[in-house]
């Protein structure tokens, strides 16, 4: 991500502020200096933005709930690098968005990747195996709060 794409991402958080529910300035702070987000600060960031778990959960709190909530849908390593598909899965059934006809038949992270590509949430390179940068993580995270709160 260039510098000007790091920028967005600075400017998307100062904008989505007060919508993702004063999670830790600490956690989005680390978050957004990374690379390659984690599994378990995807499921922290997401967690509490649908309020599934206070901001003062930790991130073992955030995996946990992900994997009450959505039986099917497991984290086996919360410390390893998430892939855009398995963050596109996660963002899709915590939101409850409604997928095309290959995400309602086989719903696993390439046809998430897919499904939120094809409504603009989701630009650039869109390989569903690739992993995530931080800021990558919270940009999505505040596109698809703003696509879900449009009405759409």
């Known amino acids: ?10 400017l998307l958080v ?3 502020a007060g919508s993702l529910w004063a ?8 978050l957004l200096a990374e690379q390659a987000a ?3 600060e995807a499921a922290y960031m997401v967690m509490t933005a649908i309020a599934a778990v206070p901001d003062s959960a930790t991130v073992e709190d955030a995996v946990a709930a992900v994997e009450a909530q959505f039986k099917d849908f497991k984290i086996e390593n919360p410390a390893a690098p998430i892939t855009l598909g398995k963050y596109s899965e996660l963002l899709m059934r915590a939101f409850k968005m ?10 696993g992270g ?8 094809f409504r603009n949430i989701i630009t650039g390179d869109t390989s569903p195996y690739r992993t995530v940068s931080g800021a990558e993580v919270v940009q999505i995270l505040g596109s698809v709060m703003s696509y879900e709160g449009a009405g759409s």
Do not use: P, W
Request: hydrophobic share 40%; aromatic share 10%.
């Open 1 to 10: 991500m260039g510098k000007t794409g790091f920028l967005f991402a600075l």
């Open 14 to 16: 100062g904008v989505c």
């Open 23 to 30: 999670q830790s300035n600490t956690v989005v702070d680390s």
């Open 38 to 40: 984690t599994s378990g």
């Open 98 to 107: 409604h997928g095309g006809i290959m995400y309602t038949i086989l719903s």
């Open 110 to 117: 390439r046809y998430a990747a897919r499904e939120l590509a």
